[in-house]
């Protein structure tokens, strides 16, 4: 199986580089993929970690033979992955000791070791500067990939011990056509979600799940609720995920992507009011409703909503109560939004 076929525009250059460093034996030991979430950090970091370990390519990596079957199942005695527990803010010292541990055993597959670590940027202070011993003097054999969208969470020692590589999201018509082929959407949808997602595989595959096209429409007819006074709409989808039997983790998930498609949402109201073209919109679907609210707003009061949703994501990831995020958000935006502009009639 060939570097190609993982999605990305830079994939091919990117591949021709490992693929030169693996069969050279010079690739480095540490590296940092960042870039949004879903656009193939993961899948690649898997894909060099497969090429690393295949007994049998002759073009990268096969996919079928032992040592890939083992790295595809999370079962290879010599990769390891290491990830945020559910419910945890943070990765923390003691989980980096024990990964720092098994890379000093000799393998036991064949002759690397790999460690993939996912949101590396929720490494906790402890837990970067018990890593970066082993970046400074890594045990022969061994490769380390951290996976983040957010490497100024990261300390400056362990961004300059690694080497950096930026993943882009695809062009939204290139998605698309992957969303059809692929995954058999339909031709419509798929350059809906393509749009929504901003180019990232990985979101459009999940909202797809979701339905988040359908979702962000709704949202935006709250908003034009909200210009009335009634703030019952946009607080039914916000605190949906609360009730019913899901884990604290999934509803935490999932309250995530609403609020993220409020932001989406409110990022295109403000598009329309500085270029009022539809083209640019990531939810084309709410045009309607937007276009109707926007003559009764100016651009700071839409401005400090998006501030409002940014400061309710972190909040969220930072434990705090989702039913006090969700009436505080709900309770802000009618404010901002139900007040008529100064000047508008």
Excluded at 64 to 82: I, Q
Aim: contains cysteine.
């Amino acid at each position: 199986m060939p570097f190609a076929d993982i999605p990305g525009d830079a994939t091919a250059r990117l591949a021709e580089y490992f693929r030169n460093a693996i069969r050279a034996g010079r690739l480095h030991h540490a590296f940092l993929f960042c870039g949004p979430r879903g656009v193939g950090k993961q899948a690649f970091a898997f894909a060099v970690v497969k090429a690393l370990c295949c007994t049998s390519a002759t073009v990268d990596f096969c996919g079928a033979c032992r040592s890939c079957r083992l790295v595809d199942s999370g079962n290879h005695a010599d990769v390891w992955s290491l990830a945020r527990a559910e419910n945890k803010r943070d990765i923390p010292i003691d989980d980096v000791r024990e990964m720092i541990r098994r890379l000093a055993v000799a393998p036991i597959e064949g002759a690397v070791r790999a460690l993939v670590i996912e949101e590396a940027e929720r490494l906790n202070h402890y837990a970067q500067n018990c890593l970066l011993k082993t970046l400074e003097e890594p045990p022969a054999g061994t490769h380390i990939f951290l996976l983040s969208a957010n490497p100024s969470g990261l300390t400056d020692t362990i961004r300059s011990r690694s080497q950096r590589i930026h993943f882009a999201p695809l062009a939204p018509d290139k998605l698309a056509q992957i969303l059809a082929e692929r995954y058999n959407m339909e031709c419509g949808a798929a350059r809906s979600l393509a749009r929504l997602a901003g180019g990232s595989l990985g979101l459009a595959l999940e909202y797809a799940q979701a339905d988040a096209s359908g979702m962000a429409r709704a949202v935006a007819d709250s908003f034009a609720l909200l210009g009335r006074g009634e703030t019952g709409a946009l607080e039914k989808i916000l605190a949906d995920p609360l009730k019913g039997d899901l884990k604290a983790e999934e509803r935490r998930t999932a309250l995530a992507m609403r609020i993220e498609l409020v932001s989406l949402v409110l990022g295109d109201l403000l598009r329309l009011m500085w270029i009022e073209d539809e083209s640019v919109l990531r939810c084309p679907g709410a045009s309607g409703a937007l276009g109707a609210l926007r003559p009764h707003l100016k651009s700071e009061q839409v401005e400090e909503t998006i501030r409002l949703a940014a400061d309710a994501r972190a909040n969220l990831a930072a434990n705090v109560n989702p039913k006090l995020i969700v009436s505080s958000l709900v309770e802000d935006l009618g404010f901002i939004l139900g007040e008529p502009a100064i000047g508008s009639p």
